[in-house]
């Protein structure tokens, strides 16, 4: 089974500072990797996602930007934070599962990160 | 673009039965997720269905009507730690996301 690291698990930074979250995967290649922000008490928002190194796809626009420089290794962004961008930053990871004859991708979640912007 | 929805609340109380309801309207359909997910951790899976009908899983059941694009999950003798919000989430036929709803906050009470 996939495990799903990430780190830091909490952030606290100042308006304008950058950003980096990392996210690595074990137990699986050439997985499709997804960002998600969830603001409290609120659903989950796709921010990216990818099918492959260099394959960056963005769900809504806004101050980050996401990069995958390995199979495994996706990152998250940003050159210069704003408040709103405070949340729990969620890592995913899709993996093929059988169900009968058919399959599906069912995500694992890494542990998170909650950033705060002061 | 997907419309999902589902209650934002419940509460009840140990032992009982509890069922959250989740709605959808997508572009295509490749299957319905719902993930439980506790204060300040990652959600993790619970249940998928694609096909309509029952699925159960010990206390916890998942049911499916695709024609209805509706979907529920029951929750069975309750326990204290079943309090967390569960998300209904569907994936888009040929689509590599899911898109989730806001999630139903569940609160078990002594």
């Known amino acids: 089974s996939q495990t799903i690291h990430q780190w830091p698990a909490t952030l606290v930074q100042p308006v304008g500072s950058p950003l980096s979250l990392e996210c690595t995967v074990e137990?699986?290649?050439?997985?499709?990797l997804y960002w998600y922000r969830q603001a409290a008490g609120r659903g989950l928002q796709l921010l990216f996602y990818?099918?492959?190194?260099?394959?960056i796809s963005s769900e809504v626009p806004q101050n980050l930007s996401a990069s995958r420089p390995q199979d495994r290794q996706f990152i998250l962004s940003s050159k210069k934070l704003l408040l709103s961008d405070s949340g729990f930053y969620l890592c995913?990871?899709?993996?093929?599962?059988?169900?009968?004859?058919?399959?599906?991708?069912?995500?694992?979640f890494g542990p998170g990160t909650r950033l705060t912007v002061l | 673009g997907q419309n999902i929805d589902q209650p934002t609340e419940m509460t009840a109380t140990e032992g009982a039965i509890v069922q959250i309801n989740c709605t959808y309207q997508?572009?295509?359909?490749?299957?319905l997720f719902w993930y439980q997910q506790h204060a300040g951790e990652a959600p993790t899976f619970l249940s998928y269905?694609?096909?309509?009908g029952l699925e159960e899983k010990g206390r916890f059941s998942s049911f499916l009507s695709r024609s209805k694009g509706y979907s529920y999950l029951l929750l069975k003798e309750l326990q204290m730690k079943d309090s967390a919000s569960y998300l209904c989430?569907?994936?888009?036929?040929?689509?590599?996301?899911?898109?989730f709803g806001a999630g139903t906050t569940v609160t078990v009470r002594a």
């Open positions: 995913a990871s899709a993996g093929a599962r059988l169900a009968g004859t058919s399959s599906y991708n069912e995500q694992f």
């Open positions: 137990g699986t290649s050439n997985p499709n």
């Open positions: 990818s099918v492959g190194i260099g394959q």
């Open positions: 997508t572009s295509g359909f490749n299957g």
């Open positions: 269905n694609v096909l309509d």
């Open positions: 989430a569907v994936s888009p036929l040929n689509d590599y996301k899911l898109s």
